[in-house]
Each structure stands twice: as structure tokens, then as C-alpha cells.
């Protein structure tokens, strides 16, 4: 589907082509993890850890990349970042990069990075501790933030080679890092964000209050030059830092009929992109997506109207999921609805409505 970011009026794309035709059922699409826009194709890293989408806006095609990164049902990558027409990947839970060659659209190197580090994946815990959580792009590098161990890797884009760096002690738990003005900004998981020069080590701090009830309560920020967004993760409240006043203050301006609609321990932002002008942060749990400008750092809400179902599962010839489009919505659009597909006319679900009245009626 495609959205004016505008209006918010969505439109349904025909299914898109493959271009490998030997894939049966190419459309078995994962969640996105991560995603990037860059020279009119959209990338997009399949949470599982399994795969990198390449979208082709302008001819609705795609293609797809086997990574082999699975580890975890979901977070699998710490940071992606494209340099010089390849893909660079770093993994959540493994010591390596993948380079990603995008003009044969296959993984042509694996280097292993930290192999020195002593780090297991625990699959017992409930939210396992990640080697790399979070990465930020600074010149022809990416800079790669260790959850815990207290080290940040520079890796060179240009001559991919790497080098360590100490980061200060009192930063801990790194789940969302920003390079802006010269400066790091690190959003840890205990509930606190960082804003650390790394030329002087200067560190500044700032808290965001008690997170007992939820963890981890906050995972993304936005960085701007007046104020700093904190966005939920379990938790629910959207947080402002005036960077000049050096306040925190929770945010109040939400839209009257904004709800979050998924159960309480699902991501409330997860996964965001941009263009020239805007951050765009998924409605991954809200029934709004959340905006904020790069130049003013004012914030908008897009509430997303979307075309008829029926019509467009009619066209494309898909399976309705009940979780996205339930039986009550479905019957009442099917009674006595007609469609035109490859030119012939039918009534769908003419008999199931007619038993489905039946039963009411007992």
C-alpha cells in the first residue's frame, strides 16, 4: 500500500512482481525490523532475521536477500546502513557484518568483528540481552553500540576495517544511539538518555523517571536542535526534552480519538523512516503514526483512511486474515455485494450469509 502523507488516504498496489521467478510464494512477507529508502527502492530487514526486501517503488517489484541472521523470533539487527551501493548489516546477536553487493543483489562478504568477546545467546530469557542493540551513521561509518559490554565498534564503510572505543562507565544498557551536532545521544534501557561528546568525554544526563512497571518502557528517540523525542516501548507516555531548559516533561497533545489497540507488551513505535523532511514512526500499536519535523521539531499526527477491503482482496485474489479484517466486518460488507473479476460477475458469500442469518435468528 502506498499513503499520502498529507491526506493520510491510503492506496492498495497490486501484488508486486518478483524478479526471481523461482519463488513460489513470494508474498509470505516477514515483519520489518529495519528499513531505508534509497535511490527510489525501499529496504526493508525481515524481523526474523532471515532476509533483506528490495522494493522497487516505480515498477512494483521486489526482490529478496537470504541473510541467514535468525536467532530470535524478532530484533535481529542492531544497525543497517548502505554505502557506495552495497548493504552493510550488523547483526544483534552474531559477531559479524554482512556486506551485501545491491547491483546482484546477494551477500558477498562475512566478516567476523569482537571475536575476543565472550557473549552467548540466552534463549531463556524473556528479552534476551543483545551483543550489539543500536548503531548511528557518522561520515563513512557506522558506529555500532554494545548493550552492555561498554564499547562502541567504528566500523569504516570505506576500508571496512573496524576499531573499539571505551564509552564512559556511567552509560548503560544502550538501546537507541543519534549522532547529531558532533555529539552521541544514547537512549539507554534503564531509562535514562545521554548526550556524550566523544572528543572530551564530556557525558550530560538526563532521567526519565520510574520505569518499574514497565521494561523496557522507552526504545526510540528523535533528535532535533531544540528537543529531543522519547518514543514508548512497553510503556505508553511520549516524552520531551528541552535541551536549552534542561527539563523533562511528558507529552499531553495527542489526537482525540488516539488509543493503542494492541496488547500491552507489544512495541508502541517500532520501527521508523524518514524523508527529507519528516521521521515517520509506525502505528505499530496506535491507530495513528507519529511525525516529527527535522527542521522545527513540532510533531503531526496522520490517521490513515483506507479503501474497501473486499474490493481490493476481490482484485488480487488474497486470503482475508481474521485478525486484520474479522468475520462481523466481513459479513456485513458481503451481503449482497457484487464484484467484477476478469470480467465476470458473481455474488460472494451469498450462502454463508444466508446460514449466518439463519443461526442469528435461533
Request: glycine letters at 4%; proline letters at 3%.
Amino acid at each position: 500500500m502506498k499513503m499520502n502523507t498529507d491526506s493520510g488516504k491510503v492506496e492498495y498496489l497490486n501484488r508486486p512482481n518478483s524478479l526471481d521467478v523461482q519463488i513460489s510464494d513470494p508474498l509470505i512477507w516477514k515483519l520489518p525490523d529495519k528499513m531505508m529508502v534509497h535511490e527510489r527502492k525501499i529496504y526493508v530487514l525481515e524481523t526474523d532475521g532471515r532476509r533483506l526486501v528490495e522494493y522497487y517503488v516505480d515498477e512494483n517489484r521486489y526482490r529478496c536477500i537470504e541473510l541467514d541472521c535468525s536467532v530470535f523470533e524478532c530484533c535481529n539487527f542492531a544497525a543497517f546502513a548502505i554505502y557506495n551501493d552495497k548493504a552493510y548489516i550488523f547483526p544483534s546477536y552474531l559477531d559479524k557484518v554482512i556486506i551485501v553487493d545491491l547491483t546482484i543483489g546477494s551477500v558477498i562478504q562475512q566478516l567476523s568483528i569482537c571475536t575476543d568477546i565472550l557473549y552467548e545467546f540466552d534463549k531463556t530469557e524473556s528479552i534476551p540481552s543483545k551483543l550489539f542493540s543500536c548503531g548511528c551513521r557518522v561520515g563513512n561509518s557506522e558506529w555500532i553500540f554494545m548493550e552492555r559490554l561498554g564499547e562502541v565498534v567504528e566500523y569504516n564503510m570505506e576500508t571496512d576495517e573496524y576499531q573499539r572505543h571505551i564509552v564512559p562507565a556511567k552509560i548503560k544498557g544502550c538501546a537507541h544511539a543519534e549522532w547529531k551536532n558532533d555529539t552521541f545521544y544514547i537512549l539507554s534501557l534503564e531509562g535514562k538518555v545521554y548526550k556524550w561528546n566523544f572528543y572530551n568525554n564530556n557525558v550530560r544526563e538526563w532521567s526519565l523517571g520510574n520505569q518499574s512497571k514497565s521494561y523496557p518502557a522507552y526504545r526510540e528517540m528523535v533528535i532535533t536542535n531544540g528537543v529531543i523525542w522519547i518514543l514508548p516501548e512497553v510503556g505508553n507516555d511520549i516524552l520531551m526534552i528541552d535541551i536549552e531548559k534542561d527539563y523533562v516533561e511528558k507529552y499531553s497533545n495527542y489526537p482525540m480519538d488516539f488509543s493503542y489497540e494492541a496488547p500491552e507488551h507489544y512495541s508502541k513505535y517500532y520501527v521508523h523512516c524518514e524523508d527529507d523532511n519528516f521521521y515517520y514512526f509506525s502505528m505499530h500499536s496506535g491507530n495513528y503514526i507519529f511525525c516529527v519535523d527535522k527542521f522545527s521539531g513540532k510533531e503531526k499526527w496522520i490517521k490513515p483512511i483506507e479503501p474497501n477491503y473486499i474490493e481490493y482482496y476481490a482484485k488480487n485474489s488474497c486470503y482475508v486474515n481474521e485478525r486484520r479484517y474479522n468475520l462481523k466486518n466481513y459479513f456485513s460488507n458481503i451481503n449482497s455485494k457484487n464484484f467484477f473479476l476478469q470480467n465476470e460477475k458473481f455474488n460472494i458469500g451469498s450462502r454463508i450469509w444466508e446460514r449466518q442469518k439463519k443461526y442469528e435468528s435461533l
